[in-house]
């Protein structure tokens, strides 16, 4: 009994010995693994660099500014007091000639009408309109009148049919005592036809209609009327020092009572109009001079041509000719304007990642097998903020390194470095 006891503790202790053993392996094992896989993480997140795809972006070549729209315009104003009647909406476009409102004035006009036969009693009395040669003028140009209201009545012309028949009206004899016209015959005849003529466009103008000067678009708001942004003036006027001192705050009329003398509404024509945009520096248009580019107006986008650049180089003004889209864009005066020079596919990628080759060329690492990088030419096109745009380059993914030959540039595909500075030198490939 004592010697297979014997014999089976020894089984034991060398069972139990076996499997100290096996734990202390996996112990061990357990451990290496660990240790490998911390110093994999501890790699990735603190000694590898960051790797990071390019964007596909669709990259513009713009130059951005605030423009002031250049307008050839008139404005009419009003001849009367009274009650207004609109017959166009703001923004209408309308041909020359067309009825944009008429004022209706309720005035009573008898006074006028009585000071007009006192002063027209006048200019007889200086005329001497008593002699028959007199009569016989004055009964032809009674005719004349006459047959110019049977004109006016045919072509609906109520201004000048209104004037015909007071002048008509004064023509005929009134008797007037000579002592109320002391003050009148102290006049000279031309000074008294003056007072005539005003006083005569005064009564015409009781049911006065107000027509388009020249076909264009009406507007009721008012952001010019010392005509600083006038196509009238010269383009060498739109300095830089000069838009920044013209006031466009805008005044909106279109109001039902208006007041006698008030800027009533404008024309502006849609033929052709300009923009005066300033800019940082003339040489960003220099290649566009004389040509047409795209243009974005606040979110008009429409075409003009580049005509001019006037001011010196530190405050440079870009004067550029349009002849589209005056409709969507005529207000406010001033807006965000942007010259949209060319479009092209590119690549956008953090600033970080440009780094210089060894001949000083711009490239970038891209992510190559087991830790390597590789050095890539590219071409910056700009760079905006903390963003940097690349070229595509042509349709096989080329560009053109310094020397002019022909290199392979980023693709869209390539992991680029983001953090250059983490790369060791020993495993750049070039």
């Known amino acids: ?63 951005r500014g605030d423009g002031y729209l250049l307008f050839d315009e008139e404005t009419i104003f009003t001849k009367a007091s009274g009650t207004a009647v609109y017959n166009v909406r703001e923004g209408k476009k309308v041909p020359k000639g067309f009825r944009v409102a008429d004022i209706n004035v309720m005035n009573d006009n008898s006074k006028v009408k009585d000071q007009l036969i006192r002063i027209q009693a006048a ?71 003056e007072k005539k003529d005003r006083l005569t466009r005064r009564i015409a103008s009781t049911s006065a209609d107000y027509v388009a000067p020249s076909s264009g678009i009406v507007s009721y708001t008012f952001d010019d009327f010392k005509k600083e942004l006038s196509l009238e003036n010269d383009d060498d006027t739109f300095t830089a020092a000069y838009l920044s001192g013209v006031s466009i705050e805008p005044l909106t009329r279109g109001e039902n009572q208006v007041k006698e003398g008030r800027a009533f509404f404008r024309t502006i024509s849609d033929t052709a109009y300009k923009i005066a945009l300033p800019v940082e520096d003339a040489r960003l248009v220099k290649d566009e001079m004389g040509k047409m580019v795209t243009v974005r107006i606040g979110k008009v986008v429409t075409e003009a041509s580049v005509e001019s650049v006037v001011g010196d180089d530190q405050s440079p003004v870009v004067i550029l000719s349009l002849q589209d889209k005056l409709q969507e864009v005529y207000r406010p005066r001033k807006q965000k304007t942007t010259i949209i020079k060319s479009e092209s596919p590119a690549l956008k990628i953090p600033t970080t990642a440009i780094v210089k080759g060894k001949h000083g060329e711009k490239g970038v690492y891209v992510d190559a097998v087991r830790r390597f990088v590789t050095f890539v030419p590219v071409e910056v096109l700009s760079i905006r903020d903390k963003a940097a745009y690349i070229s595509m380059g042509d349709d096989k993914g080329m560009i053109k390194n310094k020397k002019g030959k022909e290199v392979t540039t980023l693709r869209p595909t390539n992991e680029v470095i983001v953090e250059p500075k983490k790369v060791r030198k020993d495993k750049i490939v070039y």
């Open 123 to 193: 200019i007889d009395f200086k005329n001497d309109r008593t002699s028959e040669k007199s009569k016989d003028r004055i009964n032809e140009e009674d005719e004349n009148v006459i047959r110019n209201i049977q004109r006016f009545i045919r072509d609906e012309d109520y201004e000048k049919l209104i004037s015909s028949i007071n002048t008509l009206d004064l023509s005929t004899k009134h008797t007037v005592n000579v002592s109320e016209l002391n003050e009148l015959l102290k006049l000279s005849i031309p000074e008294l036809e």
């Open 1 to 63: 009994m004592t010697q297979s006891s014997n014999v089976r503790k020894k089984i034991r202790r060398r069972q139990n010995r076996k499997k100290k053993r096996r734990r202390l392996l996996l112990v061990l094992l357990l451990l290496l693994i660990l240790a490998g896989g911390g110093y994999s993480v501890y790699y990735r997140l603190v000694c590898a660099p960051k790797t990071e795809q390019p964007q596909e972006v669709c990259f513009r070549d713009v130059v």
